[in-house]
Nanobody, 124 residues
């Protein structure tokens, strides 16, 4: 069992930066690939970024490349999402998720555990 708790969301202005954190319980964090998803009102949940167990391989949604960076610290059981140059369209609830696979996964069905989400609101 893995429990995930996100933090770091908030209200910011366009162009600002935020760093989201996701703290995981348990000693097996390093065995899980991790992902960040987001869901805006009226829209489907979408994958933002994903990372494999070692942190050496990452994936980003095409529209976010160059602005967002995913990383993990296995010693701290934490995965991060650094978000720069935020835009109003980045407004959403952001969720972290853990997958039992070693390589990063692209679909929500491949993730076994989810956090409760953290709200990010970007004003224009």
């Amino acid at each position: 069992q893995v429990q995930l708790v996100e933090s770091g969301g908030g209200l910011v202005q366009a162009g600002d930066s935020l760093r989201l954190s996701c703290a995981a319980s348990g000693r097996t964090f390093r065995s899980y690939a991790m992902g960040w998803f987001r869901q805006a009102p009226g829209k489907e949940r979408e994958l933002v970024a994903a990372i494999n167990v070692s942190g050496g391989s990452t994936y980003y949604a095409d529209s976010l490349k160059g602005r967002f960076t995913i990383s993990r610290d296995n010693a701290k059981n934490t995965v991060y999402l650094q978000m720069n140059s935020l835009k109003p369209e980045d407004t959403a609830v952001y969720y972290c998720a853990a997958s039992r696979f070693f390589s990063y996964r692209l679909t929500p069905d491949d993730y076994d555990y989810w956090g409760q989400g953290t709200q990010v609101t970007v004003s224009s």
